[in-house]
């Protein structure tokens, strides 16, 4: 009952066409483009959306990475800026540290009062909508959460202006990403007017100013690219549905709370080691290639991946499915219907250099035991060592037993 009450706080906004378009299919229902009426945002927890996104959006999220999936080939793709690559990407990650760029990782509980953390799933969650509704690109939609987490970080805000403090930090975002941005008129109409151009306009200049103007911030989507790219280096072909789950997981991330306290590249390295783990459970999902990269450690991820393991699980969010359901379409390989082991092996948290070389006592164990974290002996020593390895050195010490 407190929940609903929550939802129904967060503002007078509509869900968008695009998910009353959705409902109607999964029902089979015909759509009628004439009817425009929405459904309240506090209702969009309980909508069923199962849909099509609208087609710009699936270009351009497919069209960025279709074509670039090998790292080593940087030097004949002028887009990667092979040359500066480097400098690029510690700039990025000594600009994603900066405090002025950071938000709390407490803020609802020590800056805000009336804003909860139920609150700010539901806003998040049809800001996704409303990102479809109007094609934008998907760094305008991680743009619009750093926004409003850095805002919220600084300022005490009533429940019933959240929804503002929402379309505004998107407007901005968009007019830093977009090139046709939607109008300042079309946010007004996604709430169904519930706030006036006037508002929305006044709450805009509020953002900014209280950013100082510092709107080109790293996010997740900043980072993960280049990590996918490294992440299929050992694959001849582009693996489109690694691509996809990552996005998808990287997308959850946006709903959780608690990853606020991640820095942007630590999310993105956490998503591409959980997208490895849940295609290929018995394949340790990290290497030495992605540790150099992304300078990260399976250690150091050890909490980032767990967390989304509990989203992709549904132990997390499981109520807000905009995320889930754009996701469960063809066009994404149904990324969002993949199910993964309940527990991550903990070994596969152990740093890739002292890893210790199987013995006999791994003999011991013939079937998986999810308790404890452990593979069969032929599954364990085909994860960390291959092949040749098991072949040659393992079974050695099987025989000698």
């Known amino acids: 009952m407190a929940s609903n009450q929550e939802n129904s ?23 009628q483009p004439a009817n425009k009426k929405r459904v309240v945002l506090g209702d969009l927890s309980n909508n069923v959306v199962a849909q099509k996104m609208a087609k710009g959006v699936s270009k351009k999220v497919v069209q960025k990475d279709v074509n670039t999936h090998k790292i ?41 009062k009336d804003v ?16 479809e509704e109007y094609n934008l690109l998907p760094e ?12 919220l970080s600084l300022n005490v805000l ?26 300042t008129e079309d946010f007004c109409d996604i709430t169904d007017n519930t706030y006036t151009k006037e508002d929305v306009v006044k709450m805009e200049a509020e953002v900014l100013k209280t950013l100082k103007f510092e ?43 608690s990853c606020v306290k991640f820095l942007p590249s630590m999310v ?9 783990f849940i295609l290929k459970p018995k394949s340790h999902p990290w290497n030495a290639s992605l540790e150099q990269l992304s300078g990260y450690k399976p250690s150091d991820l050890k909490e980032c991946v767990q967390i989304l393991h509990d989203l992709q699980s549904s132990r997390r969010a499981g109520n807000l499915v905009a995320i889930r359901e754009k996701y469960n379409q063809h ?39 999810e308790a404890d974290g452990r593979l069969p002996e032929t599954a364990y020593t085909h994860a960390l060592y291959g092949d040749c390895l098991m072949k040659h050195k393992y079974v050695a010490v099987v025989d000698t037993k």
């Open 9 to 31: 706080c967060v503002g007078g906004a509509r869900v968008t066409r695009l998910a009353k378009k959705r409902a109607m299919e999964a029902t089979g229902s015909q759509f």
């Open 72 to 112: 080593v080939d940087e030097v004949s793709d002028p887009q990667m800026c092979e040359t500066y690559v480097e400098d690029i990407y510690d700039y990025l990650r000594n600009m994603e540290m900066e405090a002025q760029r950071r938000p709390l990782a407490d803020y609802i509980e020590k800056v805000q």
């Open 116 to 131: 909860t953390v139920n609150m700010r799933g539901v806003l998040i969650d049809w800001l996704v909508e409303v990102s």
């Open 140 to 151: 305008s939609l991680y743009l619009t959460i750093s926004y409003i987490d850095r805002y």
């Open 158 to 183: 009533n429940r019933q202006r959240l929804q503002l403090l929402g379309v505004s930090s998107m407007l901005i975002a968009s007019k830093y990403e977009e090139i046709s941005p939607p109008n």
């Open 215 to 257: 709107m080109g911030n790293p996010t997740v989507k900043t980072f993960i690219g280049r990590f996918i790219r490294t992440a299929q280096e050992d694959s001849d072909t582009p693996n489109m549905q690694l691509e996809f789950l990552s996005y998808y997981l990287a997308e959850l991330s946006l709903l959780e709370y």
């Open 268 to 276: 993105a390295a956490s998503v591409t080691f959980l997208a490895r």
């Open 331 to 369: 066009k994404f390989k149904c990324v969002s219907q993949l199910s993964s082991p309940s527990v991550i092996p903990t070994y596969f948290f152990d740093d890739i250099k002292s890893v210790p070389l199987p013995t006999a006592a791994h003999t011991e164990t013939d079937n998986c035991n």
